[in-house]
């Protein structure tokens, strides 16, 4: 079901709406950014269609009229695709499909496309066909059969029951399994995460391509994928950080959001985007050479929000520095964002800034803390190693001293703890 993108690159019409809620200029930006897309999905854009409308129509989207241009236009072209900026409804897909003779496209099932070109891992294919056969259900048409090859042969034909109706039937059986075999893989992550809650975790989040992972190469001198294209990263990918001084943290590389985010693809990646909500603070990284950062910024902002992540405790990275034309609106993203930096990660321009910078704001958000605890204390003491990151530990005759950092809101819980064993707080200072 994954394989949906061809191997040779086909050529494409690309149709955008704008109405009274988005302006030509919108709408220009969007279509360039569909553009992107089609291309990392290996689609050449012959041509644009825009039209203006007070709503959309119901049945084609963009009228009959319309309709009949479009129609003229793939057909002298030789066109074989049509990709529109908004997503379809069902009814839309077939009437513009039977009009046209072509097929067509919206922009959810092309960034389904692309994420199914990018699915390497097991965790991100078994997301991705979700998100697939949850697109595809209402969709299904007269002319969707065989669906029983592409799954094995699950289900069988009832008596009286058309082929469409098994082709569903079918699809609702492989999203049950699917769902079941997300909630295991899941549960080994979460296995995952307990097995980092030792250390300081940071995840990158923003738009797509704005160079989260040559960020995180830069920073832990890993090898992450990275290609000048969207979506280059699917899966999640998580590695130490030294920030100087004995100071090191986890640091996750998460998938990039992008503007019309299909809800059903953020809920099929809520295990692997759950890093999110799970770190100890977000690397916001936000590409500042683009005309269109704030409106990206917005985007990301809204998807963390939805993801429960939005309260997160956030320092903005602009990053492509080394890119920015205008340099005067500089102050105004100063005024805006205090917690912020300037780099460029090609370039490794402020990259000692950044890290000072990260441990700053481990340093608001951690304390350092000694305890001594009885030796006869080991559940306490398995406590202590399960809360906090135990940085050094020792024995004093009849005693353990444990130097650990701990996240402030976790602090009350650690006092707690050692007061409960009967063990002593030594002191408590902020990271150095």
């Known amino acids: 079901m994954i394989e ?3 191997t040779g690159r086909e050529r494409c019409v690309l149709v955008g709406v704008s109405t009274r809620a988005s302006s030509r200029e919108m709408l220009s930006d969007s279509l360039d950014e569909l553009a992107l897309l089609a291309d990392t999905a290996g689609a050449d854009v012959a041509s644009r269609v825009v039209q203006d409308r007070d709503r959309f129509d119901p049945s084609t989207f963009i009228g009959k009229g319309k309709v009949e241009e479009l129609r003229a236009l793939v057909a002298n072209e030789h066109i074989p695709l049509v990709i529109f900026d908004d997503d379809l409804s069902p009814v ?27 699915a390497k891992s097991n965790e991100s294919k078994t997301q991705v066909e979700l998100a697939q056969l949850q697109y595809l259900l209402p969709r299904l048409t007269r002319a969707w059969t065989h669906l029983s090859k592409q799954f094995g042969g699950i289900g069988t034909k009832g008596p009286g029951e058309t082929q469409i109706e098994t082709d569903r039937r079918m699809i609702r059986t492989r999203i049950g399994h699917l769902k079941d075999k997300l909630d295991r893989i899941g549960q080994q992550r979460d296995t995952q995460r307990k097995s980092r809650r030792r250390h300081i975790r940071a995840a990158l989040v923003g738009y797509t391509n704005v160079g989260k992972s040559t960020l ?4 832990s001198g890993s090898e992450v994928f990275v290609e000048n294209r969207l979506f280059a ?21 998460t998938v990039g959001f992008i503007r019309k985010l299909p809800h059903h693809l953020v809920a099929s990646f809520k295990s692997t985007l759950e890093e999110t909500t799970e770190a100890d603070f977000l690397i916001h990284v936000v590409d500042i050479s683009s005309k269109n950062f704030e409106e990206q910024i917005g985007v990301v902002k809204e998807t963390l929000e939805e993801l429960g992540a939005g309260a997160k405790t956030t320092i903005m990275v602009f990053n492509k520095l080394d890119r920015l034309v205008d340099r005067s609106i500089m102050p105004a993203v100063v005024q805006e964002f205090p917690r912020h930096v300037f780099v460029s990660a090609t370039r490794g321009i402020n990259i000692l800034g950044l890290k000072e910078a990260l441990l700053d704001l481990v340093r608001m958000e951690f304390r350092d803390m000694t305890v001594r605890m009885p030796q006869m204390q080991q559940r306490a003491i398995s406590q202590l190693h399960d809360i906090a990151e135990v940085l050094e530990q020792s024995y004093v005759e009849q005693e353990v001293l444990l130097k650990v950092r701990v996240a402030i809101r976790d602090e009350y819980s650690i006092r707690q703890l050692v007061k409960d064993a009967e063990g002593s707080l030594e002191s408590v200072q902020a990271p150095g």
Do not use: C, H, W, Y
């Open 4 to 6: 949906l993108a061809g």
């Open 92 to 118: 839309q897909v077939r009437n513009l499909e039977k009009s046209l003779e072509v097929k067509v496209l919206d922009r959810s099932g092309l960034i389904l496309d692309i994420f199914a070109s990018r």
């Open 216 to 219: 995180l190469n830069l920073l």
């Open 233 to 253: 990263t699917l899966d999640p990918t998580t590695r130490f950080v030294d920030l100087g001084g004995g100071n090191t943290m986890l640091m996750t590389d």
